[in-house]
């Protein structure tokens, strides 16, 4: 099962800041928290990660709560591209030389002109 | 960086029929995953190749899927008698190492009549 949970839907007006919710109250000490973003009939999409503290890329920026239970993702100029579903993921635990994600459902985000 | 290949886009089979999609990573990537997405859900865990070796399996893959990374280097995943259950995305992604995002080819959609 996930690990986290999201609303299933948001609206953005366009040219404003998109912030995205996401509780992971069950997150371990080492488990970093990612965000994928998927446009219709692509792949999923890499936005950013982060462990503890906030976090800024090119894209987007990421901010985790003190304790670690909840993050927004912030994209802050949004435009019609960023029209998407967005995916919250704890990733889970090191097997196989590996981590695995663990989808849930998603933020169906919806940029508006 | 050419990204993320997968071969065919689509597919359209009659249940019963085998089908065989192939996956190339980008090429310094030395793992190679499969995920698998219905209508309306995130991407579910298949399998997890480091090089050659298929070192995880999620319980979804069943007797029927088998898949292979002969020499390192592109994959493919097979499934015979297929099923009107297996109509789904099938997602290749790869990543040069354990931490940091994945990146995700544009996927298989299987359609089974």
């Known amino acids: 099962d996930a690990k986290t949970t999201q609303p299933p839907s948001m609206d953005c007006a366009e040219g404003r800041a998109a912030n995205l919710p996401c509780n992971h109250s069950?997150?371990?000490?080492?488990?970093?928290v990612y965000w994928y973003r998927q446009i219709h009939s692509q792949g999923p999409q890499y936005i950013i990660h982060?462990?503890?503290n906030n976090e800024t890329n090119e894209m987007a920026s990421l901010i985790i709560t003190e304790d670690r239970k909840s993050s927004t993702l912030i994209l802050p100029h949004a435009t019609l591209r960023d029209t998407a579903v967005y995916y919250c993921?704890?990733?889970?635990?090191?097997?196989?030389?590996?981590?695995?994600?663990?989808f849930g459902t998603g933020t169906r985000l919806k940029v508006l002109a | 960086d050419t990204g993320v290949s997968q071969d065919p886009r689509h597919k359209i089979t009659k249940r019963g029929q085998n089908v065989t999609f192939r996956c190339d990573p980008i090429?310094?990537?030395?793992?190679l995953y499969w995920y698998r997405q219905t209508l309306g859900q995130g991407p579910e865990f298949l399998t997890y190749f480091q090089n050659e070796a298929q070192l995880e399996k999620s319980r979804l893959l069943s007797d029927r899927f088998s898949a292979e990374r002969p020499k390192g280097s592109f994959s493919t995943l097979e499934i015979q008698r297929t099923e009107q259950g297996d109509s789904a995305m099938y997602l290749c992604a790869s990543s040069s190492r354990a931490r940091g995002g994945y990146t995700f080819g544009s996927g298989t959609r299987l359609t089974v009549v």
């Open positions: 069950t997150i371990s000490g080492n488990e970093y």
């Open positions: 993921i704890v990733r889970v635990g090191y097997t196989s030389g590996t981590y695995k994600y663990i």
């Open positions: 090429s310094e990537h030395n793992r």
């Open positions: 982060g462990l503890k």
